[in-house]
């Protein structure tokens, strides 16, 4: 092992928690594009908005000015029955490789929901309480999403209807009777209960849906409610990027601790969630000229949206009724194949991290499933850790780049977020390990 004075984890205090969100948009110089009304196909205002989504998060949705945003009490003190998350170095998974880089993670799977979405769900679920609800609905995909909610849900004593997405409700059965535990309905996506579930159905018989699908089963629920739910969503909004931005303000008070400065932070990317959430702190030191940073967005080669998609507007959901985001997008009606990283099945990239990558201020890399899962055993067998197929995107390419400095020789700095646990989808590692895991 390695004589170092950095320990393995590095735990922050109770008060070390942030208070306040941090919201990068307010320090981009190029904004992200407005949101798009699906119906006018003007800048969708605030009362637009308030009809799919509780108020408050309508209106943090649309706020690209405030810098920071304070975190009420409620969902302060519900963090700290899973946070601080801890920060890791990985000295185990360094010494398998050889290498002269320095691996840290942010772990975020230390809660029931196995996951980062966690950040989210209990802040959305609490807004939706407040406004005096009687629920919510929303998609999943893998899961980690809908079980976040779920328990958020139960926590604030919500009604929460999950529409999941068909290849991973039949891949992850224990994922969905978590949620189900926590009191939630789950629904097969796209499904005969709704009429944009009917008509994707027809156009695509025996899918196994995706998120986008999800999306549109979700939104149509919600406002055929009568005003009782409203519709919250795990990923791609400013909003979700908002609360997320949690995992990166953690991370960087536990790095300036010890005087680390990374060189690169990579995270995977599905809808954008994590990845905007870890890199926002430091994104912004980035745009105010106070530091400079590599930053790496990996998504799956089934699903490239930043790396062969185009940028312009485009619906959110395959039933193109929410509104428009000018993002990084393979088609609204694009479905992806049925691999295993469920919660990166998604056809677009939040509208942040598409103009981000846009203005060349952020890099993206596709990687193969096969790939990604030899990646995920290395990591398990020597971290201890078994991480989810979304997360093992990110350590994929972490040992990567950690390779290329056993070739240069450089000390360089690598940051990457685990996003999750896999103990949930055992059927994808059991097909990598009979050797059937295609790409």
Not at 104 to 119: D, I, M, P, Q, V
Not at 186 to 209: C, F, N, Q, Y
Not at 397 to 425: H, M, N, P, Q, S
Request: charged residues 20%; hydrophobic residues 35%.
């Amino acid at each position: 092992m390695k004589n170092e004075k950095i320990p393995y984890k590095i735990y922050l205090s109770e008060d070390e928690i942030p208070r306040a969100w941090y919201n990068v948009r307010a320090d981009m110089k190029n904004k992200p594009a407005p949101l798009l009304d699906p119906v006018t196909r003007r800048p969708i205002t605030e009362d637009a908005l308030a009809e799919v989504f509780c108020r408050e998060l309508a209106r943090q949705e649309l706020d690209d000015t405030n810098a920071y945003i304070e975190i009420p009490e409620p969902i302060h003190s519900f963090y700290k029955m899973y946070r601080p998350a801890p920060l890791v170095r990985a000295y185990c998974l360094e010494e398998k490789l050889g290498t002269p880089a320095h691996i840290y993670y942010k772990f975020e799977g230390n809660n029931t929901s196995g996951s980062h979405k966690l950040n989210s769900a209990i802040a959305q679920a609490y807004y939706a309480k407040e406004q005096g609800l009687a629920g919510v609905t929303t998609e999943t995909g893998a899961g980690q999403w809908g079980t976040a909610l779920s328990m958020a849900c139960s926590y604030f004593g919500l009604d929460c209807k999950v529409f999941m997405v068909k290849v991973s409700h039949d891949q992850k059965p224990h994922r969905r009777e978590v949620m189900r535990t926590y009191g939630a309905s789950v629904t097969p996506s796209p499904s005969d209960t709704t009429a944009v579930g009917r008509k994707i159905l027809a156009e695509h018989p025996g899918t196994g849906g995706s998120l986008g699908c999800a999306i549109s089963e979700a939104v149509e629920t919600a406002v055929n409610s009568g005003g009782r739910y409203r519709y919250v969503l795990g990923s791609v909004l400013s909003q979700v990027l908002l609360h997320q931005s949690i995992i990166g303000l953690e991370a960087k008070t536990a790095l300036d601790k010890y005087g680390v400065k990374p060189d690169l932070i990579i995270g995977c990317a599905g809808g954008g969630s994590n990845l905007g959430g870890l890199i926002s702190p430091f994104m912004g030191e980035k745009l105010r000229g106070e530091a400079d940073y590599r930053f790496i967005a990996v998504e799956p080669a089934s699903c490239p949206t930043l790396t062969r998609g185009v940028y312009a507007y485009d619906y959110c959901d395959t039933g193109m009724i929410c509104p428009l985001a000018k993002m990084y997008t393979l088609g609204a009606s694009f479905m992806p194949a049925p691999m295993h990283a469920g919660g990166l099945r998604y056809h677009g990239m939040t509208p942040v991290l598409s103009q981000l990558c846009a203005d060349g201020l952020m890099e993206a890399t596709s990687v193969t499933q096969t790939s990604v899962f030899d990646a995920a055993v290395t990591f398990a067998r020597v971290e201890g850790i078994l991480p989810a197929p979304e997360s093992a995107h990110a350590i994929r390419v972490a040992i990567d780049e950690a390779l290329r400095c056993k070739e240069t020789g450089e000390e360089k700095v690598i940051l990457f977020g685990l996003t999750g646990t896999g103990y949930f989808d055992m059927m994808s590692y059991a097909k990598h390990n009979d050797g059937i895991l295609t790409d």
